[in-house]
């Protein structure tokens, strides 16, 4: 295979997947990793994709758009459905308090609470805090602070403020994106503190995100990967980079 052969069949892995791994690209093609370096450089000159640490993701990956939350529901509803059901199994027993985070994925989470379990919960997000205002057998607590139209939740110095006061068996998180490197990230500095907040509020942190924020970088990381117990996703994850995630201690949930 020629040179211009091969990086164009490298640009293709990683629209397809996502991101590529400089050692899975050379073990692909029978090359040293540094030939697939000098791939990478080539491509990236031209503007078609963008060298990471260790490897490489479309030029779109690293983003700083946020789309809203209305949006975001309408994308990849059947993996969220999924997801979340799976989530259900990391729930805490009966009598035991969770924290939800906003977003799209934390609300299809919502949506399967029917109460038929006890739950004292909390949550920034105002779409989750009308779902389950009435449901039976669960104690809500709003958390205060600015909304954010982008999302409909709350963020700012209360909402921090708010969660440094709580302990609760599981916090359930949504995410922007997911490497091993960067670890979760968001493209907003104040909901990455809320993120952050409520990680250190939950005795066991689960975050759920469907299989196309695997590979993205965001501009701020709000957890580490060893700081996530759990990572529920979907059965299109790339499995490199599950097992990458794995390999850094996080257990990986496939729904």
Do not use: W
């Amino acid at each position: 295979m020629y040179a211009e052969e091969r990086q164009q069949a490298i640009a293709g892995l990683v629209t397809e997947r996502g991101r590529v791994a400089v050692t899975a690209v050379a073990e692909h093609f029978g090359v040293t990793t540094e030939t697939v370096r000098r791939d990478l450089a080539v491509l990236e000159r031209a503007g078609m994709l963008r060298r990471v640490h260790g490897g490489a993701v479309p030029i779109g990956a690293l983003a700083v758009v946020e789309p809203a939350l209305g949006e975001r529901r309408r994308t990849r509803t059947d993996a969220k459905r999924r997801i979340a059901a799976a989530a259900l199994a990391q729930l805490p027993p009966a009598g035991g308090s969770i924290i939800l985070d906003g977003g799209s994925s934390t609300a299809a989470l919502a949506e399967l609470l029917t109460g038929d379990r006890p739950l004292v919960a909390a949550t920034n997000s105002v779409p989750i805090a009308a779902r389950l205002a009435g449901a039976p057998g669960l104690t809500l607590h709003l958390l205060g602070g600015r909304v954010r139209g982008t999302t409909q939740s709350a963020v700012g110095e209360s909402t921090v403020a708010a969660l440094t006061g709580l302990r609760a068996d599981v916090a359930f998180l949504g995410t922007k994106g997911i490497s091993a490197e960067h670890g979760f990230s968001t493209p907003d500095e104040s909901e990455a503190a809320v993120k952050r907040a409520m990680a250190r509020a939950g005795q066991r942190v689960v975050v759920l995100g469907d299989s196309t924020k695997l590979g993205r970088e965001h501009l701020v990381r709000f957890a580490a990967v060893p700081e996530v117990d759990v990572l529920v996703t979907d059965d299109e994850a790339d499995p490199a980079l599950v097992g990458e995630l794995q390999r850094c201690g996080v257990e990986v949930v496939v729904a």
